[in-house]
């Protein structure tokens, strides 16, 4: 791809989740969680640190499994933050078990991926970006969420947040309209 979205530059990695992830639609309730959680660490950081650091989050974070992350104390948060592999922050480590228990109550209420796909229709928002100056970095929709998730005991998940997440898990295709991908996002999104 010659003319892909020039925000993940020229690292293979950026690159290979530009073309095989980002925008995608995720409808895997713990796949959505996890990518949200992702995007909260990622705050004041470069998104290329978070996914370098991605595999080693998994691991010290037991596969995003909300259950047991909802279950752990103080001890755990020692363990995270003496964790080189992932980024040590006490207040998004502390977040993040305050996150799983409240992805647990929405999930038990009414299943995450329908709590937050509900929002955009069921339906991924196909906008038409020509350039990254066309590319909000908080709209309408992500600030309900934000407000939403708030309410509902989440944390690190303000608007702007949120808004790289529905990027991210394909709730909004903002791939620019001369990127290759765009096309094959928008079909994509017709079928979910």
């Keep these: 791809m010659t003319d892909r979205c020039p925000w993940c530059g020229t690292d293979p990695l950026y690159i290979a989740y530009h073309d095989e992830e980002w925008g995608v639609p995720e409808r895997d309730p713990r796949a959505l969680w996890e990518k949200l959680i992702l ?10 640190t978070i996914l370098k650091k991605r595999d080693n989050f998994r691991r010290s974070f037991a596969g995003f499994d909300p259950a047991m992350i909802a279950s752990w104390g103080e001890g755990d948060v020692a363990r995270l933050m003496a964790d080189p592999g992932i980024v040590r922050h006490r207040g998004k480590i502390e977040g993040t078990i ?5 992805y647990l109550a929405v999930e038990e209420r009414e299943g995450f991926a329908g709590y937050l796909w509900k929002h955009v229709g069921h339906h991924p928002v196909q906008n038409a970006p020509r350039s990254m100056a066309d ?8 600030q309900a969420i934000s407000k939403q998730l708030k309410a509902d005991g989440f944390t690190f998940c303000g608007p702007t947040i949120v808004y790289a997440f529905l990027q991210a898990a394909g709730m909004v295709n903002d791939h620019l309209v001369t990127c290759p991908a765009h096309a094959r996002i928008r079909a994509l999104g017709e079928t979910a």
Aim: charged content about 15%.
């Design 135 to 142: 590319i909000p970095a908080e709209t309408p929709v992500s």
């Design 98 to 102: 305050r996150s799983a228990r409240a």
């Design 39 to 48: 995007e909260g660490f990622q705050a004041g950081l470069s998104w290329i």
